[in-house]
C-alpha cells in the first residue's frame, strides 16, 4: 500500500484532533508527493498553518464551502500548480445550533438548507471539480456517522443529512467509475473532535460506544487514517461506493 507519486487535497483540518489530520498523516506516510491542505477563515489558519507545515503540505489554501467561488478557486490553484489530482479527502460537516441541538421535527428549512449544502451538497461539487484533473483515475472520500443508519440520541438533524451523504456516495461512484474514480464513505465511532463537540452529552455517547464495542474501545484518527490510506491507494482499485465502519466494531451490536 503506497501512495507515492499522488497528490491529494485535504478538507477540513481544524486542530491534531481532527480526522482529517489523522488521514493527512497516513497519507504522508505512505508517500504522497504531496498534499493541498485548506483552512476554514483567518481565525483557523494560524491553527492549521503549523499542522500543514509538519505534514509538508505544498499547498495551503483557504476554503469556506459557503463562499461563493472559494471552492472553485482552490481547484484552479490545484490546476495551476498541479495540473492533475489523485485523491481528495472532504471532511467537512455543519448545522445552526439550534437545528442540532433541536428535534428533526423542529428543524428550519434555513437550517436544514445549511446543513445539507455545508455537509453533503459540497462533497458533490467537490467530485464536480476534482473529475476533470483526476486523469489517471482517482479516490473521493468524506465522513459521516453510524448516526446515519440508525437513531443516535441527540444526533438529530445531522443524522439524515449524512444518510444523504451516504447515498450520494453511491450515487456518484457509479457515474465516476468509468472514469476509474473510486467514492467512498468513511464512518468512524465517535471520536473526540473539535466538530463533534457541538453535539449535546456526546461524551456520554463515546462512553457508551466504548462499553458495547466489541473491542471495547474508541478509534483514534489513526486508525481512521490508515483505512483512508489504503483505500485512496491502487491496492484498493477494485473497491468503490462502500460506506466502511471504523468503530471497532460498535455497528455490529443490536
Not at 489523522?22 to 492549521?48: Q, S
Not at 438529530?156 to 456518484?172: F, I
Amino acid at each position: 500500500m503506497s501512495l507515492e507519486g499522488k497528490r491529494g487535497l485535504v478538507i477540513g483540518i481544524a486542530n491534531k484532533s481532527s480526522i482529517a489530520y489523522g488521514c493527512a498523516r497516513a497519507y504522508k506516510d505512505m508517500g504522497a508527493a504531496d498534499l493541498a491542505v485548506t483552512y476554514l477563515n483567518a481565525k483557523a489558519e494560524p491553527h492549521v498553518r503549523p499542522i500543514a507545515e509538519d505534514l509538508g503540505a505544498g499547498l495551503f489554501l483557504p476554503l469556506d464551502v459557503r463562499v461563493e467561488g472559494d471552492l472553485e478557486r482552490v481547484f484552479a490553484t490545484i490546476k495551476e500548480r498541479w495540473g492533475k489530482l489523485d485523491f481528495v479527502l472532504h471532511s467537512i460537516a455543519f448545522a445552526p445550533k439550534d437545528d442540532l441541538h433541536g428535534r428533526v421535527v423542529d428543524s428550519t428549512r434555513d437550517g436544514f438548507m445549511l446543513a445539507m449544502d455545508v455537509s453533503c451538497h459540497s462533497f458533490i461539487r467537490t467530485a464536480k471539480l476534482a473529475e476533470p484533473l483526476m486523469t489517471d483515475g482517482g479516490c473521493l472520500q468524506t465522513v459521516s456517522f453510524y448516526g446515519a443508519d440508525k437513531v443516535v440520541e441527540h444526533y438529530n438533524l445531522m443524522g439524515p443529512v449524512k444518510a444523504a451523504l451516504e447515498s450520494v456516495t453511491r450515487y456518484m461512484a457509479y457515474e465516476l467509475a468509468p472514469k476509474g474514480i473510486r467514492v467512498h464513505t468513511l464512518s468512524p465511532g465517535p471520536l473526540a473532535t473539535r466538530a463533534a463537540s457541538g453535539i449535546d452529552h456526546f461524551d456520554e455517547l463515546m462512553e457508551r460506544t466504548a462499553e458495547r464495542a466489541p473491542q471495547h474501545r474508541l478509534v483514534s484518527v489513526d486508525d481512521v487514517g490508515a483505512y483512508s490510506g489504503f483505500l485512496a491507494s491502487d491496492a484498493a482499485k477494485a473497491l468503490t461506493g462502500s460506506c466502511v465502519y471504523i468503530d471497532a466494531g460498535y455497528n455490529i451490536m443490536g
